[in-house]
């Protein structure tokens, strides 16, 4: 009989990797707590629709990367792509909005059926912070404060660079829109057929676009910032200006972009060039429409970002490490015993000990 392998897109975590990725988890905990954030916990599987609303039909997630199953009760399930709509939920259904703001971080696994590449696999690892009800630029602020030190904390923030950009509120991304609608229509016959669909129904969406044609036609479309109204441009300029006071660094990029309805203002992600294309470490953004998506009752402003703990488990320079500092070892069988003894004083009282089973002495030592 073979040996059965994993599915494709997935894999074990070894000791070597999973204590990285533990450390990175372990520092990340330890900033968003000192920044007064606190931890919670969504379920893997949600019901699709959750996702599939903010989404969008059009979307890559919903279209072709969603994992969606049929429990025994005829219920549609998906596997989480993300973790903010989770939270996001929570927060309506736990009626926590009388308690505002609210500050957040989770950590756990995340599901996408893509190509599997470096660093990103189909299950992935994610920690998130989530900053819900403050609908001023200072929440913008803190957040990709916190990004930084937490980046810091683990010692990659030198590998990375910040970029962020302005995605604008409704009305300069209903003005954009005709703009890019307009311009992508002379192109029409290039684009790909995913980017056709798109066109028609939201334009915004064929910035995500992965196809290389896609990319190089929008290296030419018209520029967000060019349409921002004075509102969306006070506030990007508020939001730099926080961070200039705070000392971090960071590069104004008007290509990067969300393709979501429910994104706006502020977009940000930490970049590196050590990871081959897929280059961002840690991403965010605001994205205040949200919440009215999932409940037509509730629309609160909500900020946040999330880290792929693979991706920086790459960058990492820690070594996991299982050496005791203490080996016990007996000269023959009959003296283990005796080594449990010590084994559990070592243990009850935080050494790091180990007994040391096979092989004669002179092997064992």
């Given at each position: 009989?073979?040996?059965?392998?994993?599915?494709?897109?997935?894999?074990?975590?070894?000791?070597?990797?999973?204590?990285?990725?533990?450390?990175?988890?372990?520092?990340?905990?330890?900033?968003?707590?000192?920044?007064?954030?606190?931890?919670?916990?969504?379920?893997?599987?949600?019901?699709?629709?959750?996702?599939?609303?903010?989404?969008?039909?059009?979307?890559?997630?919903?279209?072709?990367?969603?994992?969606v199953f049929q429990d025994r009760?005829?219920?549609?399930?998906?596997?989480?792509?993300?973790?903010?709509?989770?939270?996001?939920?929570?927060?309506?259904?736990?009626?926590?909005?009388?308690?505002?703001?609210?500050?957040?971080?989770?950590?756990?696994?995340?599901?996408?059926?893509?190509?599997?590449?470096?660093?990103?696999?189909?299950?992935?690892?994610?920690?998130?912070?989530?900053?819900?009800?403050?609908?001023?630029?200072?929440?913008?602020?803190?957040?990709?404060?916190?990004?930084?030190?937490?980046?810091?904390?683990?010692?990659?923030?030198?590998?990375?660079?910040?970029?962020?950009?302005?995605?604008?509120?409704?009305?300069?991304?209903?003005?954009?829109?005709?703009?890019?609608?307009?311009?992508?229509?002379?192109?029409?016959?290039?684009?790909?057929?995913?980017?056709?669909?798109?066109?028609?129904?939201?334009?915004?969406?064929?910035?995500?676009?992965?196809?290389?044609?896609?990319?190089?036609?929008?290296?030419?479309?018209?520029?967000?910032?060019?349409?921002?109204?004075?509102?969306?441009?006070?506030?990007?300029?508020?939001?730099?200006?926080?961070?200039?006071?705070?000392?971090?660094?960071?590069?104004?990029d008007q290509s990067l972009v969300?393709?979501?309805?429910?994104?706006?203002?502020?977009?940000?992600?930490?970049?590196?060039?050590?990871?081959?294309?897929?280059?961002?470490?840690?991403?965010?953004?605001?994205?205040?429409?949200?919440?009215?998506?999932?409940?037509?009752?509730?629309?609160?402003?909500?900020?946040?970002?999330?880290?792929?703990?693979?991706?920086?488990?790459?960058?990492?320079?820690?070594?996991?490490?299982?050496?005791?500092?203490?080996?016990?070892?007996?000269?023959?069988?009959?003296?283990?015993?005796?080594?449990?003894?010590?084994?559990?004083?070592?243990?009850?009282?935080?050494?790091?000990?180990?007994?040391?089973?096979?092989?004669?002495?002179?092997?064992?030592?």
């Amino acid at each position: 009989m073979e040996n059965f392998q994993t599915v494709r897109g997935v894999k074990d975590l070894l000791p070597e990797e999973l204590g990285k990725m533990r450390f990175i988890e372990q520092q990340a905990t330890l900033v968003c707590k000192n920044a007064c954030y606190e931890e919670i916990s969504v379920p893997i599987f949600e019901f699709a629709e959750l996702f599939e609303k903010p989404l969008g039909e059009t979307s890559d997630i919903v279209t072709k990367e969603n994992y969606v199953f049929q429990d025994r009760s005829n219920n549609t399930l998906m596997l989480r792509p993300e973790g903010t709509t989770g939270v996001v939920r929570a927060a309506i259904n736990e009626s926590l909005l009388q308690d505002f703001p609210k500050r957040f971080f989770y950590y756990g696994p995340m599901f996408r059926y893509e190509r599997p590449q470096k660093g990103r696999l189909r299950q992935f690892h994610q920690f998130g912070a989530e900053l819900l009800g403050v609908k001023d630029y200072f929440a913008d602020v803190e957040t990709i404060y916190l990004a930084k030190c937490f980046l810091k904390k683990i010692d990659v923030l030198s590998q990375t660079i910040l970029k962020i950009n302005s995605l604008g509120d409704n009305e300069s991304r209903e003005n954009y829109k005709i703009k890019l609608k307009s311009f992508l229509k002379k192109y029409i016959n290039d684009l790909s057929a995913e980017s056709k669909i798109r066109l028609e129904n939201n334009p915004l969406r064929i910035l995500d676009s992965k196809n290389k044609k896609d990319i190089e036609i929008l290296s030419y479309a018209p520029k967000f910032q060019n349409y921002l109204n004075k509102q969306s441009l006070d506030f990007f300029n508020s939001v730099c200006e926080g961070l200039d006071r705070l000392k971090v660094n960071f590069e104004i990029d008007q290509s990067l972009v969300r393709g979501l309805d429910y994104y706006s203002h502020t977009a940000f992600e930490f970049k590196t060039d050590f990871v081959g294309s897929q280059d961002a470490v840690l991403a965010g953004g605001r994205y205040d429409d949200l919440s009215k998506l999932i409940s037509s009752k509730q629309n609160f402003p909500g900020v946040g970002w999330a880290a792929g703990i693979e991706r920086l488990s790459m960058l990492l320079d820690y070594k996991y490490k299982f050496t005791p500092m203490v080996g016990l070892i007996g000269h023959s069988d009959k003296y283990y015993h005796v080594l449990l003894d010590y084994y559990k004083k070592f243990l009850n009282n935080k050494v790091n000990s180990q007994i040391i089973y096979n092989g004669t002495l002179s092997k064992k030592v």
